[in-house]
Nanobody, 130 residues
Framework: HVQLVESGGGSVQAGGSLRLSCAASAYTYRRAYFAWFRQAPGKEREGVAAIITDSSITGSELTNYADSVQGRFTVSRDDAKAILYLQMNSLKPEDTAMYYC???????????????????WGQGTQVTVS
């Protein structure tokens, strides 16, 4: 079982920045695929960014971003702390949503931003951009 706890949400003006954090259960952390999703009121939950370990030997990682956040958001992980991050810059009002951290041990690499690929979810953290 993977436990995820997000933090770092808040209110910010357009053009500002926020960094979200997701603390994960350490015992599964290194083997898991992680992603950030968001859901605005009345809309479907959408994938924002994903990060996977491409090689367990070299530790190289692959990242994937939704077109709407490419170049503005950066997903990263701190293996020592078992924390996933989402750095969000140049925020826009349309970025307003509840942001969720998701994880699973097996994910189809062709669909890392598809909601159905992930079994474990955090409780969400609200981001409001005005």
């Amino acid at each position: 079982h993977v436990q995820l706890v997000e933090s770092g949400g808040g209110s910010v003006q357009a053009g500002g920045s926020l960094r979200l954090s997701c603390a994960a259960s350490a015992y599964t952390y290194r083997r898991a695929y992680f992603a950030w999703f968001r859901q605005a009121p009345g809309k479907e939950r959408e994938g924002v960014a994903a990060i996977i370990t491409d090689s367990s030997i070299t530790g190289s990682e692959l990242t994937n971003y939704a077109d709407s956040v490419q170049g503005r958001f950066t997903v990263s992980r701190d293996d020592a702390k078992a924390i996933l991050y989402l750095q969000m810059n140049s925020l826009k009002p349309e970025d307003t949503a509840m942001y969720y951290c998701a994880a699973d041990l097996i994910v189809d690499r062709s669909y890392v931003l598809r909601r159905q690929e992930y079994k474990y979810w955090g409780q969400g953290t609200q981001v409001t951009v005005s």
